[in-house]
């Protein structure tokens, strides 16, 4: 009778209820239009890290893996589930891998978000089951302009989107049914970076697609959003007269971007009818990530031709209602530009796959309130000291990084290329940031007038009024951190040398005393080494947190 009650609480109040099921993620947008996760009721920012793509696989494998991952601080796993391993023979399932993943998961107190591989993944169809690639009469394939069929699955083949959508709709009720209740798996990605590496699939139905007239829902969405619209986007409608109607060749003209975007259109739709089958049966968030254009004179086809590039992004809106976010995969060096890219009003700032750089996330966060952040191959993270540490004092922060979210009291620090430093106005205070070395990195939250959190390393921090007739200055500087139940815990009062006598916030980093060897460790991402004597011991630098109160006179 006792976990009887304890249930029905948990289900009244820990979770929104859907269509009569307990859904304990959910994507929300505040009033002042910021997005937030919000998982078993409190807002949730994912310190992720994705497998490679063999790495759940087999359950052997997958849990040799689990240790390192939660050294790491990560508190979610992003995992794929392979169509042809889940669906090995026509209807029927095997739950072996995903069950395995989500108990393992919930042991090691991880969330999980699930990639489906389903008909692509980077462009190619090499996921999808082996009946499926033996029937190319019944799963028809993308042919090229001389007729040749290649090996990627046609999306306009309503055949394979609808065994896609079935399989995946099996999958997902089964994880509601395992898991409803605990909340392990908390976001759901359809696909993998879709698209086909031409300009269009010139099978005979797609040919014949390509005659008809552009979507009355995309007409009506790109009249009523003209001015939002992507400029790329919208510059070819522009130049093509702004028609509200007529043909893909005579709306964008007969050129490659024409053919560009009824494929992408395709694509989402596919994407979307697989996804409403899925949040049918348990409506968890779902993103849909993308392979980048390369350089901005790539044509599509140079890259996966279909998926949500940021200048396509709107056809995406329009065409697929069921997917929640759009989400940037992260290799370039232009990280600053492309976020700012994909977070928009209707779109929220989300990462599933980037490099294992630290300043990425922070910048993320503090900058663009991002939900994810997510370094691909994460298993070969493992024993990177600087990773570890930034994640976890981003763990530490995640209260306040929620609180803020969307207001101009946080901000994130990360040096670009050719940057000394940057002056930003917070409150009453301008905030002088000063850049000690080409890795420094933090945020920054006034959480009172006179009150700052600062994290992050290799930087310094002034603080002056904005009233010239004032003088802004530093009261104390105290180095600590936060323990699990957000409670400030103070290391030392810093003073004298340590800040100039108050003059200057000197974020040097967290010093941590270690006799372990750290594998994976790359000294340059470090403010320095001290050998001590035995030579085992070593003292690394990471990213610590201080509290600066202040003060004007």
């Not at 003209?226 to 060749?249: D, N, V, Y």
């Not at 790539?298 to 329009?318: C, E, H, T």
């Not at 700032?349 to 191959?377: Q, R």
Request: net charge negative.
């Amino acid at each position: 009778m006792k976990k009887f009650f304890i249930l029905i609480i948990y289900l009244l109040f820990s979770s929104s209820h859907i269509g009569g099921f307990n859904i304990p993620s959910r994507l929300v947008k505040n009033d002042n239009g910021t997005y937030q996760l919000i998982v078993n009721g409190s807002p949730f920012i994912m310190l992720a890290g994705e497998l490679h793509n063999s790495s759940s696989s087999t359950v052997e494998y997958l849990n040799s893996l689990w240790k390192p991952l939660k050294d790491l601080n990560l508190n979610t796993v992003l995992a794929s589930v392979a169509w042809e391993q889940f669906e090995p023979q026509e209807g029927t399932y095997d739950y072996t891998l995903i069950d395995n993943l989500i108990n393992e998961a919930r042991r090691h107190q991880l969330k999980l978000g699930i990639l489906w591989f389903g008909s692509w993944k980077n462009g190619e169809s090499s996921y999808a089951p082996t009946w499926v690639k033996e029937d190319t009469r019944r799963f028809t394939r993308v042919q090229t302009a001389d007729g040749k069929e290649i090996e990627t699955l046609s999306p306009f083949c309503e055949n394979t989107m609808r065994a896609d959508a079935k399989a995946f709709r099996a999958l997902v009720k089964h994880i509601r049914e395992v898991d409803q209740m605990y909340g392990t798996v908390i976001a759901l990605q359809p696909e993998n970076e879709v698209g086909v590496f031409q300009d269009m699939d010139y099978s005979s139905i797609s040919v014949k697609a390509y005659e008809q007239k552009v979507p009355a829902i995309l007409m009506d969405y790109m009249k009523k959003n003209r001015q939002r619209l992507h400029p790329e986007f919208r510059s070819i409608w522009e130049e093509h007269g702004l028609k509200g109607a007529g043909t893909w060749k005579e709306v964008f003209g007969d050129n490659h971007w024409s053919k560009s975007f009824y494929t992408v259109w395709q694509y989402a739709s596919y994407v979307n009818f697989v996804a409403a089958a899925a949040k049918e049966v348990y409506p968890l968030p779902t993103f849909c990530n993308c392979w980048l254009v390369q350089k901005p004179e790539d044509l599509p086809g140079v890259y996966p031709n279909g998926g949500p590039v940021s200048r396509v992004m709107d056809i995406w809106k329009a065409a697929a209602p069921n997917v929640d976010v759009l989400s940037p995969d992260i290799y370039l060096p232009d990280f600053k530009n492309i976020v700012k890219d994909y977070h928009r009003a209707d779109n929220p700032l989300w990462i599933p796959e980037s490099v294992m750089k630290p300043a990425n996330a922070f910048w993320a966060f503090g900058e663009y309130d991002a939900l994810c952040y997510s370094p691909f191959g994460i298993e070969d993270g493992a024993g990177n000291f600087i990773f570890a540490q930034s994640y976890k004092v981003l763990g530490e922060l995640m209260p306040l990084i929620t609180r803020y979210q969307g207001t101009e009291r946080m901000i994130g620090i990360m040096k670009s290329e050719d940057e000394k430093e940057r002056v930003v106005v917070m409150g009453d205070y301008n905030l002088r940031i000063v850049y000690e070395s080409d890795d420094a990195y933090g945020l920054i939250i006034q959480t009172e007038a006179d009150e700052f959190i600062v994290a992050g390393m290799n930087m310094k921090v002034y603080f002056s009024s904005v009233n010239s007739q004032k003088i802004g200055y530093i009261k104390q500087v105290w180095e600590g951190g936060f323990s699990a139940k957000g409670e400030w815990r103070t290391t030392r009062l810093l003073n004298g040398d340590e800040t100039y006598h108050n003059a200057v916030l000197i974020v040097k980093g967290r010093r941590t005393m270690t006799s372990n060897r750290i594998s994976n460790y790359d000294a340059k991402h470090t403010d320095e080494i001290f050998v001590y004597s035995p030579s085992s011991f070593q003292s690394l630098w990471s990213p610590g947190i201080y509290r600066v109160t202040t003060y004007l006179r």
